[in-house]
């Protein structure tokens, strides 16, 4: 006989210990032909169910490299879509909740980016003088613009040698959607900040004069993470008060002001190493999410290390919130019973773009 795909309205109300059991379950059935990747801002519930972990790099390079017929991607959409692109195309990228966006990533579109690219082209020549710079944080269409017009796509892992690489082609970068890792990147590579300007998507040229943009090496998208914009530099000035010999370290989507007061800046693995290989009995204080925070407390405390989060409002990221156990369980379930549920599928032509930017970025690293 066959069976229906069982809908999400008969797991909403499991609890999380019988959706564990389910879970576990779900993925022997499926052994070898399922893998399960977790993002480090995932809750715990959902994150301990993945077979790889990572940031956003070294996810979108499991996803290269995976032989599995389905990958499950505990994350936001965009990562499902880069799953998607770098897969075969007999394999099927899912994202167990379709609302697990990323409001960063929305923050730019392809008609308010191509309308940009023509503004500018009023002014310089985009052709031979702006490369295009995505961070992998954007929606498949612009990782496409970026492919289409020789460009390419940056984590937060990489930006620095993505910069380099496009500076050695062209004298200047439009930079989306988050303004904050390209002004942090660039102003560690020594380009001043006057040379790093903002595009007002919602002004005429950006907000920006004729003279501002031939001046500039960097046009940055006026994008940013809700998340990473509650950390304030005067939380660090506050805490280093009470215990100065504190280490600090942030995410490079923290703001300019809290990175400058860091003495470290990287990516979600960046952080997680840093912090595991420091010596025992250190004070950390960290500028990322929340999840990934708590567990490194805890993971750290046996050796003395103390993590805290930077921030006195505790803040998740709500969008990689939304993966919960009962929708992991839905789709490892259906899965397991012959049902695809939720397939994150980019469209031919963008997919086939996007996958340029995308490579220019893996042969880079
Ligand atoms: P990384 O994990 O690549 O550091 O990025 C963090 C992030 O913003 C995920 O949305
Ligand atoms: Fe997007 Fe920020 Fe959440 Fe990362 S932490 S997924 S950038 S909203």
Avoid at 151 to 171: D, M, P, Y
Avoid at 177 to 196: A, C, F
Wanted: some cysteine; aromatic content about 8%.
């Amino acid at each position: 006989m066959i069976s229906t795909a069982l809908p999400i309205q008969d797991y909403a109300l499991l609890d999380d210990e019988e959706c564990d059991a389910r879970i576990i379950a779900a993925k022997a059935r499926l052994g070898t032909r399922c893998v399960v990747l977790g993002h480090h801002y995932q809750r715990d519930e959902v994150f301990k169910h993945a077979d790889f972990s990572g940031d956003s790099l070294k996810l979108s390079r499991d996803a290269a490299k995976s032989d599995a017929e389905y990958i499950v991607f505990c994350g936001v959409h965009f990562m499902a879509e880069v799953a998607d692109i770098l897969s075969r195309p007999e394999q099927i990228a899912i994202l167990p909740d379709l609302a697990a966006g990323c409001s960063m990533a929305d923050m730019a579109n392809l008609a308010k980016v191509q309308k940009c690219w023509d503004e500018l082209a009023r002014i310089i020549n985009v052709e031979t003088e702006l490369t295009p710079i995505t961070y992998i944080n954007s929606a498949a269409d612009l990782k496409a613009f970026c492919g289409k017009h020789d460009g390419i796509v940056c984590t937060s892992s990489n930006a620095r040698k993505i910069l380099e690489w496009s500076f050695s082609k062209r004298s200047k970068v439009l930079f989306f959607p988050d303004q904050h890792l390209g002004r942090n990147t660039g102003y560690s590579m020594g380009i001043p900040l006057e040379e790093m300007l903002v595009w007002d998507f919602n002004k005429p040229m950006g907000g920006l004069t004729e003279a501002q943009i031939k001046n500039a090496k960097i046009i940055l998208w006026k994008g940013f993470c809700s998340v990473h914009q509650v950390f304030r530099p005067e939380q660090i000035d506050n805490f280093l008060q009470r215990f100065p010999e504190t280490k600090v370290i942030s995410h490079p989507e923290a703001s300019f002001e809290v990175c400058q007061r860091s003495d470290y800046i990287g990516s979600t693995e960046f952080i997680l190493r840093t912090v595991r290989e420091a010596e025992a009995n250190t004070r950390w204080l960290v500028a990322t999410e929340l999840n990934l925070v708590n567990r490194l407390h805890e993971e750290c405390k046996s050796q003395g290390k103390n993590v805290h989060f930077m921030s006195p409002a505790l803040c998740m990221c709500s969008t990689m919130f939304r993966t919960d156990p009962q929708h992991l369980a839905w789709v490892l379930e259906n899965l397991a019973e012959g049902h695809v549920i939720n397939q994150i599928s980019v469209p031919v032509e963008d997919a086939r773009l996007a996958k340029k930017a995308l490579d220019n970025m893996l042969t880079i690293n």
